[in-house]
C-alpha cells in the first residue's frame, strides 16, 4: 500500500476511541492487510454494528455501513448477495457480535457466506456503559458485574469453529504486524473467516480490574498470549488462563453464493417433461 491515508477520511479524525485503546491498532493492522491485496476502495464494503470497534468504518475511505446492534452480519450478507463481487468485511466487538448478535454470527459461519470478520475482543461493552459481556473473563469486574464475572465466557474462536467457519485466528494487538498478516490471509479466504483481535480497554474493562494502565494492558496481552502449539504442551489450569493464538480452522468448503448462484442457474433451465 502506499500509505494509511490513502485509505482514511482524514476530515473524521481525530479519532473518537479513548487514550489506551488498542482498536487503532486493528484499525491500521486492517488497512496493511487490505492495501497488500491490491484492491482499489471502491472494491470493498466494511460494515459494522454498535460500539468501539464500530466506528472503525467512520474512519476508512471505502463503501460503508454502520447499521444497528448486533446486526452487522446480517446487512453484510445482503450486501454480499446482491453484489457478490464486492470484498466484504466486517468490524464488530465481542459483546456486538456474540451476544445480541450471536445467532447471525454462528448462523453466518455455519452458511460459509464469504465475509470476512474481525471482531476486537476487548472484554467487555466499552461504549454502551462497561456492562459484562459473554466474553467477560469468570472473576472479572464489569458495571453489570460489580463483585465478578460469575458465568464461564465464550471462547469466541472455538466457537466460529464449531459453526463452520473455514478460516479462525487470533492474534493480540501487542504483535500488530502478526495480527495484519492473519488479516490478509483471512481476506484471502473464499467463505465465512474470522480474526479475533485481542485489544485492550483501560477505560471500561481494566479501571474496574486494576489494569487502568494502557501499555501495562498491552504488556499483559503479550505476557499471557501464546501460541497453540506451545499451549498443547502446557497444564490444564496453565492453559485455561492462557490467551491462545495463531490459526486455529484453515479449511475449504462450498460457499454460500456461490451455491446460491448455482440454484439460480438450475431453476432457470427449462422444465423438461
Not at 17 to 25: K, L, S, V
Not at 30 to 58: E, F, H, K, Y
Not at 157 to 166: E, I
Request: neutral net charge; contains cysteine.
Amino acid at each position: 500500500m502506499s500509505g494509511y491515508d490513502d485509505w482514511l477520511r482524514l476530515d473524521k479524525l481525530p479519532h473518537i476511541w479513548c487514550p489506551g485503546c488498542g482498536d487503532g491498532i486493528v484499525l491500521k493492522a486492517i488497512l496493511r492487510a487490505v492495501g497488500r491485496m491490491g484492491w482499489t476502495p471502491g472494491q470493498v464494503c466494511m460494515v459494522s454494528g454498535i460500539g468501539c470497534s464500530s466506528r472503525t468504518p467512520g474512519y476508512v475511505d471505502v463503501n460503508t455501513l454502520h447499521t444497528t446492534h448486533g446486526r452487522a452480519l446480517t446487512f453484510a450478507t445482503g450486501v454480499k448477495m446482491a453484489r457478490p463481487d464486492l470484498q466484504v468485511i466486517v468490524v464488530t466487538g465481542d459483546g456486538d457480535a456474540t451476544a445480541i448478535g450471536g445467532n447471525h454470527f454462528i448462523h453466518a459461519a455455519r452458511r460459509n457466506i464469504d465475509l470476512t470478520v474481525i471482531l476486537y475482543n476487548n472484554w467487555i461493552y466499552g461504549m454502551t456503559g462497561g456492562q459484562a459481556s459473554p466474553a467477560t473473563p469468570a472473576g472479572r469486574r464489569a458495571s453489570t458485574a460489580p463483585f465478578g464475572m460469575i458465568e464461564p465466557s465464550f471462547d469466541i474462536a472455538a466457537l466460529a469453529a464449531a459453526a463452520g467457519a473455514t478460516f479462525v485466528a487470533r492474534e493480540t494487538v501487542a504483535k500488530p504486524f502478526v495480527l495484519d498478516k492473519l488479516i490478509e490471509r483471512a481476506l484471502r479466504k473464499k467463505g465465512f473467516s474470522l480474526v479475533e483481535a485481542m485489544t485492550p480497554c483501560p477505560t471500561a474493562f481494566g479501571r474496574r480490574n486494576h489494569q487502568a494502565d494502557a501499555v501495562e494492558m498491552v504488556e499483559y496481552l503479550r505476557i499471557h498470549s501464546t501460541s497453540k502449539e506451545r499451549a498443547a504442551t502446557l497444564p490444564e489450569e496453565e492453559r485455561r488462563e492462557a490467551i491462545t493464538t495463531g490459526v486455529f480452522v484453515d479449511i475449504d468448503r462450498p460457499e454460500f453464493c456461490g451455491e446460491y448462484a448455482k440454484l439460480v442457474e438450475r431453476l432457470r433451465e427449462p422444465v423438461t417433461a
